[in-house]
């Protein structure tokens, strides 16, 4: 009965069952599919360190790309233009991108960062002025501890674009400190300087004199740079064995 009223009407009920069918199956495949990517992309991002609001953006991106796709398939099945969709789709990805262009430039880099894995998070690194150690890597910006402990965001696009120094790559980071000798004279307290860090198998050698920057009858300063193994624990053995280095409180140690 109703097959014969939709061939009065000119429509073919084969056809439109047939239509039914595919989207059916494009719609049922395209849920499945987007949700095991999407699960898949951030349990991957994820162990990869990806910050963890940043795994689930792109997770979700994933899942969203793959219901488009259906969609534009669905609309095709129901005779609609792909040609026309198309150039639809890409007037209005120009003009998102346009209004998003920092945000997609830094997300975009952020992902590349990722792929080609120049540092982990633990390792330190040195982008222009800003030198510590990686805490992970967000949505826009890659997150770095200084030596004061301060948390320094720095766009992904400028990390992926400047000049980067991975210090952890060859097991050994760089520290500056600034050393305060009082009641010794600048050789007494190089030598003791010297002595302290060359019985340290955690420094790497040649060790670097340190550097006077300041010097009174009573008190001594010296500018002090030594590469050491890349860890916490190294750097904290270093400065107390400096502090502790003369047997009383006559050393101390600072940041530049």
Do not use: C
């Amino acid at each position: 009965m109703l097959t014969d009223g939709l061939d009065t009407v000119g429509i073919d009920a084969g056809a439109m069952a047939g239509r039914l069918l595919v989207m059916a199956l494009i719609a049922i495949a395209a849920r499945y599919v987007g949700r095991w990517l999407r699960r898949r992309v951030e349990r991957t991002l994820t162990e990869r360190s990806f910050g963890r609001n940043g795994a689930i953006l792109v997770g979700r991106l994933t899942a969203v790309a793959i219901y488009t796709v259906a969609a534009i398939a669905i609309l095709g099945s129901l005779g609609v233009s792909g040609t026309g969709l198309l150039t639809f789709l890409g007037a209005g990805t120009v003009a998102l991108g346009l209004s998003l262009q920092d945000v997609l430039k830094n997300f975009f880099s952020g992902v590349f960062l990722l792929m080609e894995r120049p540092f982990r998070v633990g390792d330190f690194i040195r982008v222009r002025d800003v030198e510590g150690e990686v805490q992970g890597i967000d949505v826009r910006t890659t997150l770095v501890r200084i030596n004061d402990g301060s948390l320094v965001m720095i766009p992904n696009s400028l990390v992926f674009t400047e000049m980067l120094t991975n210090r952890s790559k060859s097991g050994t980071r760089r520290i500056d400190l600034v050393v305060v000798a009082q009641g010794k004279s600048v050789l007494e307290a190089e030598r003791l300087i010297h002595k302290t860090l060359g019985a340290m198998p955690e420094v790497t050698r040649p060790i670097v004199a340190p550097v006077v920057t300041a010097a009174s009858a009573t008190q001594t300063t010296f500018a002090l740079s030594i590469l050491i193994d890349d860890s916490r624990e190294s750097e904290q053995r270093v400065i107390h064995a400096l502090v502790t280095a003369s047997g009383d409180e006559s050393i101390t140690i600072g940041r530049p």
